[in-house]
């Protein structure tokens, strides 16, 4: 009985820990790797949240801008709008680069090479209009290249 209180209260005492201060946590930050004269790129990361915040800004000495994009279903088309916040509820993770939500690094002023650590700034607001500064590193991974061009009736593979 006692070992199970004790579990217990180390499951309470790190899950603090891990709010702390910090009700918004980021992790696994990454960037694929850039090609000479490309613009933009495509910035994903987990964003979790403990309390209700607002994702007010993003932003890289790396590009010009980042931009949060949002995909939506208009008129039977998808279609990418650039949205200025993004309200984050609590008790929730979001991940940026899959579903309908990712970043955009737009304006890239070098190349983003593997191995490159890129720093990322993100601004949330709480619903008490405390504002937080998150600063994290996001790796520059291998791009993931296709090679295949789908035509009409068959795949060709440009190698």
Request: proline content about 4%; aromatic content about 4%; charged content about 20%.
């Amino acid at each position: 009985m006692l070992n199970k209180l004790f579990a217990v209260l180390v499951v309470l005492l790190c899950g603090s820990a891990w709010a702390g201060g910090n009700d918004v946590m980021v992790d696994k930050a990454r960037i694929g790797e850039s090609v000479p004269g490309q613009t933009s790129a495509t910035l994903e990361l987990n964003i979790s949240t403990v309390k209700p915040a607002t994702l007010l800004s993003v932003s890289s000495p790396a590009a010009k801008e980042v931009e949060i994009h949002s995909m939506v279903l208009h008129q039977g088309k998808m279609m990418v709008r650039v949205v200025d916040r993004l309200a984050m509820p609590g008790h929730r993770t979001i991940t940026f680069g899959s579903h309908q939500l990712f970043l955009m690094m737009a304006g890239l002023k070098q190349q983003l090479n593997v191995g490159d650590k890129v720093p990322v700034t993100l601004v949330v607001e709480y619903d008490d209009k405390r504002k937080q500064t998150i600063e994290v590193s996001a790796d520059v991974k291998k791009m993931s290249l296709s090679y295949k061009h789908y035509g009409p009736n068959e795949v060709h593979d440009h190698r």
